[in-house]
Each structure stands twice: as structure tokens, then as C-alpha cells.
């Protein structure tokens, strides 16, 4: 079993920045492709970025590309989600996903065994 913890939302203003954090407890941690997802109010929950277990590649959303960036600390147990110049449009809950059965990264959300509760990010224009 896995546990996921996101944290690090909250309001920001449009051009802001904020980090998010997902925690992960349970089974080999370094093991875990891992991915953040989003969504937003009367929308479908979307990709936002992906990495592998070696943390050696990594993917994003068109959307995201070039300001967001995925990472993260196998030591510590934890992904992060640094998020730049933030739009309106960013809104959403975000959550992370980890799976244990695909080593490359993945956009698609069946492919994700375990999912956190989500974090709030709200960008006021």
C-alpha cells in the first residue's frame, strides 16, 4: 500500500509562483514512476507532468511546458511541482499519482495505482 500527502497550495496571484509537495509512505518509494494531475471545476481531470523513478525523465503538459517543473527527492520520500508565472487558468486541485507498474512516464491517469487527496491552487487575475 501507498500512502500520498500533497501540500503547498493556496492563493497566489497571476505571475506567482508555488511549489507542491506530495510525501509518499508505504512501499519502495524510489520504485515509482510518479505524475501530477489536475482539475478544475466542471472539467476533466488533466495531466499536468510526470517523472520516472530515477527522476532521469521527465514530461509536462503543453499547457505547463516551460513553467512548470516536476522533481524529485528519493531520499526524502517526496515529489515536488515548482509552478512559475501561474495563470487564472492553473486553478485547480491538484494531486499525485504513482504507479507501480510503468517505468516510463505516463500521461494517462489509468496507468496511476495510487493517488493523494489533492491540494487547492487558486490564481486570482
Known amino acids: 500500500q501507498v500512502h500520498l500527502v500533497e501540500s503547498g497550495g493556496g492563493l497566489v496571484q497571476s505571475g506567482g509562483s508555488l511549489r507542491l509537495s506530495c510525501a509518499a509512505s508505504?512501499?519502495?518509494?524510489?520504485?515509482?514512476?510518479m505524475a501530477w494531475f489536475r482539475q478544475a471545476p466542471g472539467k476533466e481531470r488533466e495531466f499536468v507532468a510526470a517523472?520516472?523513478?530515477?527522476?532521469?525523465?521527465?514530461a509536462y503538459a503543453d499547457s505547463v511546458k516551460g513553467r512548470f517543473t516536476i522533481s524529485r527527492d528519493n531520499a526524502k520520500n517526496t515529489i515536488y511541482l515548482q509552478m512559475n508565472s501561474l495563470k487564472p487558468e492553473d486553478t485547480a486541485v491538484y494531486y499525485c499519482?504513482?504507479?507501480?507498474?510503468?517505468?516510463?512516464?505516463?500521461?494517462?491517469?489509468?496507468?496511476?495505482?495510487?493517488w493523494g487527496q489533492g491540494t487547492q491552487v487558486t490564481v486570482s487575475s
Open positions: 517523472i520516472t523513478w530515477s527522476g532521469g525523465s521527465t
Open positions: 499519482a504513482a504507479t507501480t507498474t510503468v517505468f516510463t512516464v505516463s500521461a494517462y491517469g489509468w496507468e496511476y495505482d495510487y
Open positions: 508505504g512501499r519502495t518509494f524510489s520504485s515509482y514512476a
